[in-house]
């Protein structure tokens, strides 16, 4: 089993979540993608975070695929951090193989997360492009730390079966929408 991990606040979830997924099942062979929807980012001011439940049964209503499972189980689990989680999950699946996903706007603040380095050589990684985003992800610390490790795209139906650190940029999907874009439109409509 092949699944791929797409953690993050879902706040609100929307459709290039769902895109990506989908995409990253396609491109990297995937059996399942399942959407990791955190208590709370420890990169991010939590404070008007909507209660998890609420989150989950929101990005329950936009995977709307059998491919995609949506989990709390960071909560469950007691773990905040992408490391802490990654360890959990593979010690509870010893028999899956996953994978970690990420957009280009996450690579290019990868740096800034607890134990990047341990994480990326624990489970091999794949960046989904996002427009505007590819230069900067690309030119990132992280991604130039690790450019010896990635693995060229044509190949990255292979990724899951590779020992980390092991990674790959999929370019042809640009997908521009963001949580945050959608939040600040919902902020502004209330405003005016």
């Known amino acids: 089993m092949r699944i791929g991990l797409l953690g ?8 290039a979540h769902r895109e990506a997924s989908l995409f990253a099942l396609r491109r990297l062979g995937l059996d399942r993608v399942w959407w990791l929807v ?13 209660e998890l439940a609420k989150r989950i049964a ?18 469950t689990l007691g773990t905040r951090f992408a490391f ?6 593979r010690a509870c699946y010893p028999s899956v193989r996953f994978l970690f996903l990420m957009g280009a706007d996450i690579l290019a603040e990868f740096h800034r997360w607890k134990r ?10 794949a960046v989904i ?10 030119a990132s610390p992280a991604a130039q730390s690790l450019s010896a490790s990635r693995l060229p795209e044509f190949d990255a139906m292979i990724l899951a079966a590779k020992e980390p ?13 963001s ?12 405003e005016g």
């Open 58 to 75: 929101q990005a329950e209503a936009v995977a709307q695929s059998p491919f995609i499972e949506v989990t709390g189980i960071e909560a």
């Open 38 to 50: 955190t208590p709370g980012n420890p990169l991010k001011d939590n404070a008007e975070l909507p």
């Open 179 to 190: 949580s945050t874009a959608i939040r600040k439109a919902v902020s502004s409509r209330r």
């Open 8 to 15: 993050g606040s879902f706040n609100p979830a929307h459709e």
């Open 84 to 89: 802490d989680t990654v360890t959990r999950l």
């Open 165 to 177: 650190p092991v990674w790959t940029f999929l370019h042809g999907l640009k997908l521009a929408q």
């Open 116 to 125: 990047w380095r341990e994480l990326s050589a624990l489970v091999p990684f």
């Open 129 to 138: 492009d996002r427009a505007g985003w590819t230069s900067r992800a690309l």
